[in-house]
């Protein structure tokens, strides 16, 4: 399966712990986003990187997150001091095209829960 | 600021009726439009799309209308079955950007 990969599928953290979320591009994509979804909520961008550059963090916030796509694995979201407000589900994208006539091809999502 | 906005957050349709997803936009640079499906603990995936410089793109049972003037794009299923029982989302970019900005999704579900 060629697809998107992200893991953990679930992660379960208590307040003041850090989450890494792992997300494998789909074979041949450079282009990684992370979006966010909050309960009754749709999906809210937080990042876009290229392999090792951040292009757009516009959505991103400003303490305790940040993102990273080595030259070598996965990307990766990390949360530091996760608070409760922080569970959700987090998605990984990629997609092929340096311009956005492409699609994005999702992966199955990581649940963060914090206790 | 939500920039892509799907107003009603849930619909309901007999089988083998239409069901109409409607999706409206703020952000006149927006030039290519997206609908995704989503079940339940499982990610998005891409249903069909389409360009500004179109007004319709189908594909099997499902249609996208644009009214860039309108700012208003819509999916039309038909006939609607239960499998397509699901939350949907639209989503729009532009050729300069760098993401994708998605609406907030409706939930369909399709009646046997």
């Known amino acids: 399966n060629a697809g998107v990969m992200q893991n953990p599928r679930h992660l379960v953290r208590r307040r003041g712990q850090e989450a890494r979320l792992r997300c494998s591009p789909m074979k041949g994509h450079s282009h990684v986003y992370w979006y966010r979804q909050l309960p009754e909520e749709g999906l809210k961008f937080m990042v876009y990187?290229?392999?090792?550059?951040?292009?757009?963090e516009s959505g991103m916030p400003k303490e305790r997150f940040s993102a990273e796509f080595p030259k070598e694995g996965p990307s990766i979201l990390r949360i530091q001091q996760v608070v409760r407000g922080d569970s959700a589900a987090y998605f990984c994208?990629?997609?092929?095209?340096?311009?956005?006539?492409?699609?994005?091809?999702f992966g199955e999502g990581s649940r963060l829960t914090v206790l | 600021d939500q920039q892509v906005k799907q107003n009603s957050p849930s619909l309901s349709v007999q089988e083998g009726r239409i069901s109409i997803l409607n999706c409206d936009y703020t952000n006149s640079m927006f030039d290519y439009f997206l609908w995704y499906k989503k079940y339940p603990a499982e990610g998005p995936t891409f249903l069909i799309s389409?360009?500004?410089?179109?007004d319709k793109n189908e594909d099997g049972r499902f249609t996208v209308f644009l009214n860039k003037s309108a700012k208003h794009l819509s999916l039309h299923i038909v006939p609607s079955q239960p499998g397509d029982s699901a939350v949907y989302f639209c989503a729009a970019s532009y050729n300069t950007g760098n993401q994708f900005y998605f609406g907030t999704g409706t939930s369909l579900t399709v009646i046997p």
């Open positions: 990187l290229q392999k090792e550059n951040i292009i757009d």
């Open positions: 994208a990629s997609s092929q095209a340096v311009g956005l006539s492409g699609e994005l091809f």
């Open positions: 389409i360009s500004s410089i179109k």
